[in-house]
Nanobody, 127 residues
Framework: QLVESGGGLVQPGGSLRLSCASSGGLLDYYAIGWFRQAPGKEHEAVSAISRSGGSTYYTNSVKGRFTISRDKAKKTVYLQMSSLKPEDTAVYHC??????????????????????WGQGTQVTVSS
């Protein structure tokens, strides 16, 4: 069971840090992805990170603004979001890839390959 937190209402240009934790403390064993769904749109892969943290992925629209990281001691994956724009408004979910999925999945994260999915956290960017 994954649990996301850290969403909220922020003005354009502001920052938020999303957190993804597992009730079972098993995040260390999986590549993790962040996906978002804006109203009326399909899910979009935003970012992903390998088990080691050595490989990451960002969709073009967030490159240079978002940073994904993982804290193994806290068994948590973070998505630091800066310079937020209204078009970043969405429900953000974290998800675990299938066991054994690594760098290749991180390079092209797909919902078809996730096995656990959190309830999501709402991010609203508005003045």
């Amino acid at each position: 069971q994954l649990v996301e937190s850290g969403g909220g209402l922020v003005q354009p240009g502001g920052s938020l840090r999303l957190s993804c934790a597992s009730s079972g403390g098993l995040l260390d064993y999986y590549a993790i992805g962040w996906f978002r769904q804006a109203p009326g749109k399909e899910h979009e892969a935003v970012s992903a990170i390998s088990r080691s943290g050595g490989s990451t992925y960002y969709t073009n629209s967030v490159k240079g603004r978002f940073t994904i990281s993982r804290d193994k001691a806290k068994k948590t994956v973070y998505l630091q979001m800066s310079s937020l724009k209204p078009e970043d408004t969405a429900v953000y979910h974290c998800a675990t890839a299938r066991p054994g999925y690594g760098v290749d999945w991180v390079g092209n994260p797909s919902l078809a390959d996730v096995v656990s999915w959190g309830q999501g956290t709402q991010v609203t960017v508005s003045s």
